[in-house]
C-alpha cells in the first residue's frame, strides 16, 4: 500500500505535525510505503484561472511542485492530509496547491460535468484548531476545515473514511489518545 501525507501546517513540531508522525509511524510499521510532504516547503505559483488545463490535461504554468505532489497522488492507494484550520477553513497554501492540482484530480464531461479521477481510494482527514471543543464543531472551525477538504475529495474520487478534529489546542496540549486515534484510523486501513 502507498501513503502520501500531506501536511498543510507551518509548524513543524505541532499539533498536526505530531498527529501526522503517529500515523506515519504506524503506517510504516504495517509495511505501508510511506511519502510525507509539507506544504510550507513546497514552491506552488498560484493558479491564474486560465481553465486550459481541463482541455490539455496539464497546467500552462512552468512545472513546480505542483506537478510533483500530483505524481504522488496518481501513485497513492491513501491520502492522508493534516491540515490547521484558518479561519474555518484551509490554509491557503493548501488551497492554492489545489487549484493547481485539479485537472489531475477531477476531468469533466463534454457537457462539464465533474468526472472522478481517483474513484476507489480512500482518505484520512486529521484537523486541529485553537477554539475549545465543542466550539470548534458548533461554530464550524474545525468541522469547516473537514467539509471543504471533504469537498475536494469527494468530487476527485477519494472516500473520506476517518476524519479526526482536535480543538482547543492552545490551553489542551495533545495527548496520547489524540495520537492513538491517528494510529487507529491508519491500522483500520
Request: net charge positive.
Amino acid at each position: 500500500m502507498k501513503i502520501l501525507i500531506l501536511n498543510a501546517s507551518p509548524r513543524p513540531g505541532g499539533s498536526i505535525a505530531r498527529m501526522l508522525d503517529a500515523a506515519r509511524l504506524e503506517a510504516e510499521s504495517g509495511g505501508a510505503q510511506v511519502f510525507t510532504k509539507s506544504v510550507s516547503s513546497l514552491r506552488v505559483r498560484p493558479c491564474t484561472g486560465c481553465m486550459k488545463c481541463r482541455t490539455g490535461g496539464r497546467c500552462l504554468l512552468p512545472d513546480d511542485d505542483a506537478q510533483r505532489i500530483l505524481a504522488l497522488v496518481r501513485q497513492c492507494d491513501v491520502w492522508i492530509i493534516g491540515s490547521p484550520c484558518y479561519w474555518g477553513n484551509m490554509p491557503g497554501t493548501l488551497k492554492v496547491l489545489f487549484d493547481r492540482m485539479v485537472y489531475g484530480l477531477m476531468g469533466e464531461s463534454p457537457r462539464g460535468i465533474p468526472r472522478p479521477l481517483h474513484k476507489g481510494k480512500r482518505a484520512i482527514l486529521i484537523t486541529a484548531c485553537t477554539t475549545p471543543w465543542p466550539f470548534n464543531i458548533w461554530f464550524r472551525q474545525s468541522r469547516g476545515t473537514v467539509r471543504a477538504l471533504r469537498e475536494i475529495l469527494r468530487w476527485s474520487g477519494f472516500r473520506v473514511v476517518k476524519s479526526i478534529e482536535r480543538g482547543g489546542t492552545r490551553t489542551r496540549p495533545l495527548t496520547e489518545h489524540d495520537l492513538e486515534r491517528c494510529r487507529r484510523a491508519v491500522r483500520k486501513l
